[in-house]
């Protein structure tokens, strides 16, 4: 499909069909986020699948009371708890007085997905060809959810999938960024394609420098794996390939690292577009 500038910021009443699509969630076991934003981001967000909210004894600031106030409002049960009692539940980690448990968020599939983009303007996906450690995956998680993007795509299989390292790592994003493995990478990002966003692969030896690829309209960003890359097919489904500069001796960013640069690139090309 031949894309245009002209039409990189329309709407697709595209919808693949897809199957083994299921809506529903595990709810054996609820994972624990903390930190003032993550908690009262998934309270506004999706209060129904926070199961408690647990405050230090020694805080009552005015963030901390919003927080409290919020989760009553919710329904959601509130505890006062003692701060050293806190830190040994949880460790040496910047929970800054506020923990909640709550119910992991689901897997999403193709339809979630697509029908997510649907309403989505200017929708900033990023997607990972094969990324293997999950420590990786927990930073990208956190930097697409900093970044505002809808999703971020796997493959299912040769792949690292969230688990507890990943949320660890995460801090908070596990919970709020929808994760979406994907049987056929390359047969995802053709349909993303058909659906009217530009396929922005990465690349050290990418013809255009990112900063002059134009990142402001529907976007999927496609990272390589560690050490690999990305693979032939993938490049091949790429509209345009673009790299980072690199003024030192190092060959090579971390995939986390560079993701989290050509994600900024992205926010920082539409709040620049935002303020014209």
């Known amino acids: 499909m031949k894309h245009s500038k002209s039409n990189s910021n329309s709407k697709s009443n595209f919808k693949p069909k897809t199957s083994g699509s299921s809506n529903t969630s595990n709810t054996s ?11 009262r981001v998934l309270l506004e967000r999706s209060p129904e699948r926070v199961v408690g909210v647990r405050l230090t004894d020694r805080r009552d600031d005015p963030r901390t009371k919003e927080i409290e106030d919020l989760a009553r409002k919710q329904g959601r049960p509130v505890q006062r708890v003692d701060a050293n009692a806190m830190k ?63 999703a971020v795509i796997v493959p299912r299989d040769r792949a690292a999938q969230v688990n507890a390292t990943v949320r660890k790592v995460a801090v908070g994003a596990a919970e709020t960024t929808p994760v979406v493995a994907v049987t056929n990478l390359v047969r995802t990002l053709k349909l993303l394609k058909e659906a009217g966003l530009w396929i922005v692969g990465a690349d050290a030896e990418g013809a255009k420098p990112a900063h002059e690829a134009d990142l402001k309209g529907g976007t999927v960003l496609v990272m390589g794996a560690e050490g690999a890359g990305l693979r032939h097919l993938t490049k091949q489904t790429c509209d345009w390939m ?22 900024y690139e992205a926010v920082r090309q539409r709040m620049v577009a935002a303020r014209k």
Not at 242 to 263: D, F, K, Y
Request: contains cysteine.
């Open 88 to 150: 040994s539940s949880l460790g040496d980690v910047a929970h800054q007085g506020v923990v909640a448990e709550v119910m992991p968020l689901r897997p999403w599939s193709e339809d979630d997905l697509f029908d997510a983009l649907q309403t989505a303007k200017d929708p900033l996906l990023l997607a990972l060809d094969g990324v293997q450690d999950p420590h990786n995956l927990g930073a990208c998680l956190r930097t697409a959810d900093a970044c505002g993007a809808v």
């Open 242 to 263: 673009v790299r980072l500069p690199q003024l030192g001796t190092v060959e090579s960013l971390n995939v986390s690292v560079a993701a989290g640069m050509l994600l």
């Open 29 to 39: 076991n609820a994972e624990t986020i903390y930190g003032l934003h993550p908690v």
